[in-house]
């Protein structure tokens, strides 16, 4: 019903197109444009797929950005409240298109700051003050914003899992608060970027990004941006040509000697930071209910 509701009245090129539905009985079926690619989250953490280049990345952040200011920019906004890497769909030319409306909810009217609603999303994307209060804004969705700008520069899920040597010892790592002491500088910044990106990819739009994922996922609400600033930001980055691999920056082209000495740096940095050596972690994507 709420896809129906949502998606039957909003048309907007970065909105998933609802082509029509069927609602007879116990028949319930809602059919959508065909989306060739797939979702982000099949491109950037599946084996299978091949790795998105930088400017990609890029473009789907931009459209998704648009998708969701699109959303906020209505006479009363409508609240995504699902924002996450599988329900950003591609189609043939990677452009983004936001899907599932499943959770949307209408905003404030008037003078009302919130919406007070039962708690639900996806750990690890959901914003904490509404975790904690159940109380919605456009501003909650801000927060999932930056969170997928975070997958989109570390090539990492939300929220993972560390495998310890017994279940007891497992870690369960959230991305927001593993990437913080990393994102304040580019020197840093380049030991989590996503190493299938090969160093290919713009310092200058790498750490403008980074920047802005900061300031999404800032703990108070009323200092993130509106998805409005969030669009204009990033599409200043689109043109940048600094290319990282250029400089010598990304320790994978790097002659071996250095190489081993960065890679010895960082996995010292990320037992500094607490979360010890950096395997492939298994996904922690339950919903939040």
Not at 45 to 68: C, D, E, N, Q
Not at 233 to 240: I, R
Request: proline share 4%.
């Amino acid at each position: 019903q709420a896809e129906v509701i949502f998606l039957g009245q909003f048309r907007h090129e970065h909105l998933l197109k609802l082509l029509g539905y069927c609602c007879e009985d116990e028949e319930r079926l809602l059919v959508y444009e065909f989306m060739p690619r797939g979702s982000l989250d099949n491109h950037l953490f599946k084996r299978i797929s091949a790795t998105l280049p930088w400017g990609t990345r890029l473009k789907v952040a931009i459209g998704a950005a648009k998708g969701v200011a699109f959303l906020h920019g209505g006479k009363q906004p409508v609240i995504y409240r699902d924002l996450k890497a599988s329900n950003i769909l591609l189609d043939s030319d990677f452009t983004a298109k936001l899907s599932d409306f499943g959770l949307a909810k209408l905003g404030p009217e008037g003078e009302e700051t919130h919406v007070s609603t039962r708690v639900m999303g996806t750990h690890g994307y959901a914003a904490p003050e509404y975790v904690q209060t159940g109380h919605l804004t456009v501003k909650s969705d801000v927060y999932s914003f930056g969170v997928v700008l975070l997958e989109l520069l570390t090539g990492r899920r939300a929220m993972e899992h560390v495998p310890g040597r017994t279940a007891r010892a497992e870690q369960t790592i959230k991305l927001v608060e593993w990437t913080r002491p990393y994102l304040a500088s580019s020197r840093r910044l380049r030991c989590i970027m996503d190493q299938k990106l090969s160093g290919h990819y713009s310092v200058k739009g790498a750490r403008a990004m980074a920047h802005l994922a900061v300031r999404c996922t800032n703990p108070q609400p009323r200092d993130r941006p509106s998805m409005a600033v969030v669009v204009e930001e990033l599409e200043q980055l689109e043109g940048l040509k600094d290319m990282a691999v250029s400089m010598g920056l990304f320790w994978p082209t790097a002659p071996a000697a250095g190489r081993n000495a960065l890679s010895a740096k960082f996995r010292a940095e990320m037992k500094g930071a607490g979360t010890g050596a950096v395997p492939r972690r298994r996904t922690a994507s339950a919903n939040l209910s």
